[in-house]
């Protein structure tokens, strides 16, 4: 019927219509086009078109410890962090495939041994310098200094070197591996290009790793991300506002992001979180406990939408004090030949009731592990990998092996006599591990361990870590950067800045860490999947076999967001909720 209309028009009239289209198309185009060259070279994103204006809050239990990327470790810190940077080919969290970002294009050579970057050009850093190829040097150059020590220093060093980063033009950057390397263009995500105009200086004077922390200047702090920093109050908030120059538009060719600005506000616990979240103080919530999710979801009234994600990438474990202490802290020291006894630790979770933790702390919305990789990794799962149900019968034999003995009063006592008691350290403001810390209390009680939970402020409990070494075991989770299994590591290379039982070793410690050593590395130089995945599995073998870390459980990604918050889309890789923020906006 349509063809038929069209017919009946007389020819010139016919003509009229799709001319006078042309006219205005050709002239949008050309609007656009003399934007797009005024605004640099702008990504396009294919998301929802939304509408400019508002803020969105956002309640985080803890402070951020720093704002400085290549130092930063700790959720929280990251969270706020990258919301102000941009790295320059990002792996997508929701497809988790790698897309263009401040890299438009990038071509790799046949041998996998060097990639050449075509930057965007017209490109702004948010107080309006340009950028180009000679920061992409520079933010290299800090994140490979083994005197800044970044934790992803590890994931820059293919076989034990350097990568070598050269400017070609001011819009071409080559990387030259020194061999091929199994991830691939994967490597650029999550690393943040720097402001060489900014830094420079810091990082010349060797101060870099103090720069950019909570009270620095906002000014100070340069990002490419879609926000930058406005004000930090101490205990109370972090506000970012919107980055003027960011380098995305939508389909209409506006510049993104949306929002005016995020708000980052200091509650303390979960429980917190919620309460503020109910009473509309707060628009979204990254990750909810599952009983607070279950308040959410009997409280739903239309306002919100709740998501359950299934299990993530997150895993929580204990894990005991191997370093080398050299006569520090005498009572920590003399409990190590313990914690170094594979029996013991073997014992140890041998009697953890893991499904119960799932059921307890969980509310069943969790997953139990006796290794690192979780379900929600569906690529890289070892399923082979043994699960043993709690038995304290076998945990007792392992601990007669070792030669411990059991008191009259059912006390463990070690070899040496001395009864077996160690504390746990664990974040206080952590509701979850916090109960996960209570039911090992009572699960190791039944072997005769007395246990001591010492809740700590969480940047205390992380320095303790990673500095003192002061602490006897503790419980942490760690959230892995990405499905392929190489984002993490820098957790099992035996000199891998979060080898957290032991670091800063000169040499594997223990014959299976020198092969796990040997085994991480061979995987790097492949570029075989199936090869890769062979090398993956026999690592998470050789640590659920030493526990060198006893994992735990996994829980469900669980999110929330007010209903009328557009292009929210959360995926089971951080940040599960704030990493599209830039399309964000209020119906």
């Avoid at 509408?51 to 402070?63: K, M, N």
């Amino acid at each position: 019927m349509t063809q038929f209309r069209v017919c009946r028009f007389s020819r010139t009239r016919f003509l009229i219509v799709p001319i006078a289209a042309s006219l205005i198309a050709v002239t949008a185009l050309l609007a656009i086009t003399a934007r797009a060259q005024a605004d640099g070279e702008l990504l396009t994103t294919n998301a929802e078109i939304g509408r400019a204006g508002g803020g969105l809050i956002v309640a985080q239990r803890i402070e951020p410890k720093t704002l400085n990327p290549v130092m930063a470790l700790d959720i929280p810190s990251r969270e706020v962090i990258w919301r102000m940077m941009a790295d320059l080919v990002h792996i997508n969290r929701q497809s988790q495939q790698t897309e263009p970002a401040l890299a438009k294009a990038w071509k790799i050579s046949s041998d996998g041994r060097r990639y050449t970057l075509t930057l965007r050009r017209g490109i702004r850093f948010s107080d309006g310098h340009p950028f180009d190829a000679d920061d992409v040097v520079f933010s290299f150059q800090v994140y490979m200094d083994a005197k800044v020590g970044s934790p992803q220093r590890d994931l820059l060093l293919p076989g034990g070197k350097p990568i070598v980063v050269h400017k070609i033009d001011p819009y071409t950057v080559e990387f030259q591996l020194p061999q091929p390397y199994g991830p691939a263009e994967r490597l650029f995500d999550s690393i943040a290009m720097l402001p060489r105009h900014i830094l420079e200086t810091n990082y010349k004077e060797g101060t870099f790793p103090e720069t950019w922390q909570l009270n620095s200047r906002p000014e100070q702090i340069v990002g490419l991300g879609p926000f930058r920093l406005k004000e930090y109050v101490p205990g109370a908030r972090v506000v970012l506002e919107r980055n003027p120059y960011y380098w995305k538009s939508d389909r209409a060719g506006e510049r993104l992001p949306y929002l005016e600005r995020i708000t980052f506000l200091f509650v303390g616990t979960d429980d917190a979180q919620v309460m503020r979240f109910q009473a509309g103080e707060t628009d979204t919530i990254n990750r909810i406990s599952p009983d607070n999710y279950s308040a959410l979801v009997k409280s739903q009234n239309g306002k919100y939408r709740l998501n359950d994600l299934g299990p993530g990438l997150e895993y929580n474990f204990i894990f005991f004090n191997l370093n080398d202490l050299n006569q520090k802290f005498p009572q920590i020291s003399g409990k190590q030949a313990w914690f170094r006894d594979l029996n013991f630790r073997r014992a140890v979770s041998s009697a953890i009731d893991r499904p119960g933790i799932v059921r307890l702390v969980y509310g069943g919305r969790g997953t139990p592990l006796w290794e690192p990789v979780t379900p929600g990794n569906k690529l890289w799962l070892n399923s082979a990998v043994p699960k043993p149900p709690r038995n304290l019968d076998h945990a007792r034999d392992l601990l007669k092996n070792a030669g411990f003995s059991w008191a009259q009063d059912g006390g463990l006592l070690a070899p040496g006599g001395e009864r077996v008691a160690f504390s746990i350290m664990v974040a206080a403001g952590n509701a979850s591990r916090v109960a996960m810390a209570t039911i090992i209390q009572e699960d190791l009680r039944g072997l005769g361990i007395r246990i001591d939970i010492v809740p700590l402020e969480f940047r205390v409990m992380l320095d303790r870590v990673t500095q003192t070494f002061e602490y006897e075991a503790a419980i942490m989770g760690i959230a892995s950067g990405d499905v392929d299994l190489n984002s993490d590591v820098n957790v099992w290379l035996s000199t891998g800045s979060t080898h957290l039982w032991h670091l800063h070793e000169v040499h594997p410690a223990t014959a299976w860490e020198a092969e796990i050593d040997r085994l991480a590395q061979e995987q790097l130089i492949s570029t075989q999947f199936k090869e890769r995945k062979q090398l993956f599995d026999r690592i998470q073998e050789l640590i659920a076999d030493n526990l060198p870390i006893i994992c735990l459980a996994t829980p469900n990604i669980l999110v929330a967001a007010k209903a009328n918050l557009g292009n929210f889309r959360p995926a089971i890789l951080e940040p599960y909720t704030l990493w599209n923020v830039e399309e964000f906006f209020w119906r």
